[in-house]
């Protein structure tokens, strides 16, 4: 059985741990679970979309947008673009 001291420091501790998690989701960091890494390398983005090479008649999926580093430049190309994304916490 834990002491009044120990308890209320337990208690203390927990509510700066759930504080911290609330926060870290609220910044959307990269969540292991999801296997999350985010884009944020403006040449890589380029890169990627430049391989792509997308044009208005395509109708692409894009799996696990995240923040959308490649989706807004996917679709100023004027393709028709679906994105899943499981993260309930990214969706807007």
């Not at 999350?36 to 430049?50: E, N, R």
Request: glycine fraction near 6%; charge should be negative.
């Amino acid at each position: 059985m834990l002491s009044k001291l120990s308890e209320d420091k337990f208690l203390k501790e927990s509510k700066i741990y759930l504080g911290l998690q609330n926060t870290l989701k609220l910044m959307n960091f990269p969540r292991k679970r999801f296997g999350q890494h985010f884009l944020h390398d403006t040449q890589i983005i380029q890169d990627i979309v430049a391989a792509i090479a997308p044009h208005p008649q395509q109708h692409l999926v894009e799996i696990g947008p995240g923040k959308g580093a490649l989706t807004l430049p996917l679709l100023e190309s004027a393709c028709q673009l679906d994105v899943i994304e499981l993260d309930r916490d990214l969706i807007e």
